[in-house]
């Protein structure tokens, strides 16, 4: 291997031997490579880089003359030209030919970083109101009133599911919610504990009961909130769970011992119906 160095046009260019191979090293290859990573970065494609950086280090320029500085296409620059144009990166100036010119970097780059930014918080944002994430909150409340309240405004906003576990008043109680959310399309299954349900189930219900009263009561309403509530003679304290994995498991106990209790076949309409729902993943 051997190695020289030669100077010309205030650029110092290696040849590099090894074997019968000759590389090529110019120091603006090395020197190119990070200004051009770090446009990548703020959003910017190879091209629209490539036609900055040069526009920055020459000065202005026509296309053609940019694209053989850039070694790529004049078509691929003209793109690039029109997307840093519209971005506020370049300006055209009046007259024949086109000549373009880079925005100084410290005007632009600082506003196109705070311009992503921006549109990532409000990605960020609207993600999070899509898909909110798991909260392990879980509020103690000891109120009748505030718990059937509750209760009654998560009926209203559901609009996948609702699962319940609770005794035959409680649900004669809530029938008209539960009623209203079936006819919006919500999938109603309700466990009866305590006896058989004191009301005639639409089509499409999943109903089944059990002869063991129980003052306890669960409401799972679309796989992120539920409601625990023991209600004793006049009183009533609950759970409430803003956690949607928590929720969902609480949905899928209750799915399978209803299942147990009722003794669902696994192949019959309702065993198949059962564990659609605990494989459900909404």
């Given amino acids: 291997m051997f190695k020289t160095t030669r100077r010309g046009r205030g650029k110092n260019i ?32 190879l091209a629209e880089a490539k036609a900055y950086y040069f526009l920055v280090i020459h000065g202005p320029q026509r296309v053609y003359a940019l694209a053989r500085r850039a070694r790529t296409a004049p078509a691929n620059v003209y793109q690039a030209l029109d997307s840093l144009l519209e971005s506020g990166g370049v300006v055209l100036h009046p007259g024949r030919p086109k000549v373009f010119r880079a925005v100084p970097p410290g005007d632009w780059l600082p506003l196109l970083a705070s311009e992503i930014t921006s549109t990532a918080l409000a990605v960020a944002k609207t993600l999070e109101n899509k898909h909110p994430p798991a909260r392990e909150a879980v509020n103690e409340i000891r109120s009748k009133a505030k718990l059937f309240r509750m209760l009654g405004k998560a009926l209203g906003d559901a609009d996948r599911k609702v699962l319940v576990s609770a005794s035959p ?25 305590g006896g058989p349900l004191g009301l005639s189930a639409p089509p499409g219900w999943l109903v089944a009961s059990s002869t063991q009263p129980s003052p306890d009561q669960l409401w799972v309403v679309d796989d992120r909130w539920a409601l625990r509530m023991h209600v004793d003679g006049r009183g009533a304290r609950g759970r ?15 799915l399978s011992r209803m299942a147990w209790t009722a003794q669902f076949a696994p192949d019959s309409p309702q065993g198949r119906r059962v564990q659609r729902l605990i494989d459900s993943d909404e």
């Fill in 240 to 254: 409430q769970i803003l956690d949607p994995v928590f929720a969902r498991a609480l949905g899928q106990g209750l």
């Fill in 169 to 193: 008043p409680a649900l004669e109680h809530f029938h008209p919610l539960l009623d209203a959310a079936g006819r919006r399309g919500v999938e109603i299954v309700l466990f009866s504990e």
């Fill in 14 to 45: 290696t040849f590099q031997r090894f074997g019968s191979l000759f590389i090529v090293f110019s120091y603006t290859s090395f020197y190119l490579i990070e200004p051009l990573q770090v446009l990548k970065t703020l959003g910017l494609t």
